[in-house]
Structures are given as structure tokens and as C-alpha cells.
């Protein structure tokens, strides 16, 4: 791999910059509210002995990031890009979420894109775990022109593994 997963990338909305050790408790801050993990395979995950599990995974990723509302200058989430296969040239996306506060104001799509315009300069495809339960995030990828694939059993960083559909973007080539 000849590119970076965890550059500084931003948008007119946010700030995507790279996970560190000492970003927890800001994180946890947001990640502490159960109602953002009711749809997730992972329910559990706004305990805080569950999201540290988390958020070491997260970091030792390398390609994690806390995502920061411009205007507001307040941590509001988490994504990263994992699992790079230089054979098939793809990455994933994903292990991302948002404070409550930033549903539906269309934050979600704008990062996806942002990730996505960065990552298409150095991979094909790209794809997305998204549990199968997950309603929300379904629609929410499918609606930036992901594809359902396939179902796969993932297993989450010292989590059980759970039931996942796996979605695809192409790169477009014009």
C-alpha cells in the first residue's frame, strides 16, 4: 500500500482527523448514548468497557478517525477505512457512527463522499460491512450508490461476530 488511510480529510461540514490515544473520552462522550447503537449488531457498544474494545481496535486500524463538526468545533463521530486488499484493489469503509445530534442533516453521505473522492485515487472498489439489522445504514448507503454483494459473518475486533450485508461502490471511470 503506497497511500495513507488516515490522512486529515475535510469537507464544508467537517473535519475528519486521524484517531488517537487521547481522543477517547471526547469520543465516548458522543458514543455513550444507547440510542446510537440500536440498530448495530453491536448493542452494547455504548458501555464504556465495550467501547474501549472498541476504540482499541479503532486505533490499532490505523486508518480511524474522529470526525469534528466545523461549525460547532464538537467531536460528533467516527469512521475509518480497513481491511486494504491489494489483490481485488480495495478498501473498506466503516465502524462509523454519529451522535444523535447529526442524524439527518445529511453529515453521513457527506463523509462517505469525501472518503470515497480521497480513496478512489488509489483503489477500485470500495466496500462496506453494514449488520444486517441495520435499517438506517442500509438505506443510508444505498442511497450514495452502494450495491448489496453479499453476507458475510464479521468478526468485530474482541466482539462476537455478527451477520453483516457487504456493499460495494466502483470507482467511475469517465
Given at each position: 500500500?503506497?497511500?495513507s488511510?488516515q490522512?486529515?480529510?475535510?469537507?464544508?461540514?467537517?473535519?475528519?482527523y486521524?484517531l488517537?490515544?487521547?481522543?477517547?473520552?471526547?469520543?465516548y462522550?458522543?458514543a455513550?448514548?444507547?440510542?446510537?447503537?440500536?440498530?448495530?449488531p453491536?448493542?452494547?457498544?455504548?458501555?464504556k468497557d465495550?467501547?474501549?474494545t472498541?476504540?482499541d481496535?479503532?486505533l490499532q486500524s490505523k486508518?480511524?478517525?474522529?470526525?469534528?463538526d466545523?461549525?460547532?468545533?464538537k467531536?460528533i463521530?467516527?469512521?475509518r477505512?480497513?481491511?486494504y486488499?491489494?489483490?481485488e484493489?480495495?478498501?473498506?469503509?466503516g465502524?462509523?457512527?454519529?451522535?444523535?445530534?447529526?442524524?439527518?442533516?445529511?453529515?453521513n453521505?457527506?463523509?462517505?463522499?469525501?472518503?470515497?473522492?480521497?480513496i478512489?485515487q488509489?483503489?477500485?472498489k470500495?466496500?462496506?460491512?453494514i449488520?444486517?439489522?441495520?435499517?438506517?445504514?442500509?438505506?443510508?448507503?444505498s442511497?450514495?450508490?452502494?450495491e448489496?454483494?453479499a453476507?458475510?459473518?464479521?468478526?468485530?475486533?474482541?466482539e462476537?461476530?455478527r451477520?453483516?450485508?457487504v456493499?460495494?461502490?466502483?470507482?467511475k471511470?469517465?
Open positions: 500500500m503506497n497511500f488511510i490522512t486529515k480529510l475535510e469537507n464544508e461540514k467537517t473535519t475528519l486521524p488517537q490515544d487521547k481522543d477517547f473520552d471526547v469520543l462522550a458522543v455513550s448514548d444507547p440510542k446510537i447503537w440500536e440498530q448495530h453491536n448493542k452494547n457498544r455504548w458501555q465495550v467501547f474501549k472498541f476504540f481496535g479503532a486508518g480511524a478517525f474522529l470526525i469534528v466545523k461549525a460547532t468545533e467531536v463521530g467516527s469512521t477505512f480497513y481491511d486488499n491489494e489483490e484493489n480495495s478498501i473498506f469503509i465502524y462509523t457512527f454519529y451522535g444523535v445530534d447529526s442524524w439527518g442533516k445529511g453529515i453521505r457527506l463523509v462517505k463522499e469525501t472518503m470515497l473522492e480521497y478512489f488509489f483503489v477500485s470500495v466496500h462496506f460491512h449488520g444486517a439489522d441495520n435499517i438506517r445504514s442500509q438505506i443510508a448507503i442511497r450514495i450508490g452502494a448489496k454483494i453476507e458475510q459473518e464479521v468478526a468485530y475486533f474482541g462476537p461476530s451477520l453483516n450485508y456493499y460495494e461502490i466502483k470507482k471511470v469517465i
